[in-house]
């Protein structure tokens, strides 16, 4: 059974330091792995996918790494400002799924101060 | 409107209502979602429709009923709702089940 695990939960840093946030998984047979972010009592906004044939995504101050073997994926943001105040969440389809199942972690909620 | 849009954004049901949540999708997507998201815990799958047709449901008790007419609207239909069922509801889309999903602003249902 698949176990998705971000740490830390909660994150601040000051405005202007890069934010790294990790995500784990159990079982190495993942197809894609996809990172969100999360508004307060907001829906998903989808930040970056990686397949599991790629070992890296970049998308302007955020670029997101995977090691499949090793069960990890890393996100950094580049420069954060407060409007990066979010929680970002991490989700992986395994490759057995056959009906497009996010399996997720429970977010690191991240403050950035001014 | 553009993008996957939910209605109502709030909703507040005594135990023995009746009532249903709706999502559209603007993105020409084949694939519709719905997912449960609890205080403190993981976001849930619950269902699944790729293309009109349920593919999945997670184990999701009887009292709630998805309808998904065509590939564009996704209905969530409640009834006999328990307290703790109190969530915020997510619908999502993806071109089709392998791809990356896009999602709603969720509706905040509150039972009472």
């Known amino acids: 059974k698949q176990e998705v695990t971000q740490i830390p939960a909660a994150l601040s840093v000051p405005e202007g330091e890069n934010l790294v946030l990790n995500c784990s998984f159990t079982?190495?047979?993942?197809?894609?792995l996809q990172w969100f972010r999360q508004d307060p009592g907001k829906g998903l906004t989808s930040l970056l996918l990686?397949?599991?044939?790629?070992r890296e995504q970049t998308s302007g101050r955020l670029n997101a790494s995977l090691d499949k073997s090793s069960g990890r994926s890393t996100l950094y943001i580049a420069a954060s400002q407060p409007g990066d105040s979010a929680t970002y969440l991490c989700?992986?389809?395994?490759?057995?799924?056959?009906?497009?199942?996010?399996?997720f972690g429970a977010g690191t909620q991240v403050v950035v101060t001014p | 409107e553009t993008g996957v849009t939910q209605t109502p954004r709030h909703l507040v049901m005594g135990m023995t209502n009746k009532k249903s949540l709706k999502c559209e999708q603007h993105?020409?997507?084949?694939?519709m979602y719905w997912y449960k998201q609890s205080a403190k815990k993981p976001l849930e799958l619950m269902f699944v429709y790729n293309f009109k047709e349920q593919t999945e449901n997670n184990s999701v008790p009887s009292r709630f009923s998805p309808e998904c007419p065509n590939s564009s609207h996704l209905f969530l239909h409640l009834h006999t709702l328990q307290p703790e069922d109190s969530a915020l509801y997510l619908c999502?889309?993806?071109?089709?089940?392998?791809?990356?999903?896009?999602f709603g602003p969720g509706t905040r249902l509150t039972v009472t």
């Open positions: 989700a992986v389809r395994m490759t057995t799924d056959s009906w497009g199942k996010l399996q």
């Open positions: 079982d190495s047979a993942i197809y894609n």
């Open positions: 993105l020409g997507h084949n694939a």
């Open positions: 999502a889309s993806s071109q089709d089940r392998g791809r990356e999903q896009y």
């Open positions: 990686i397949q599991s044939s790629q």
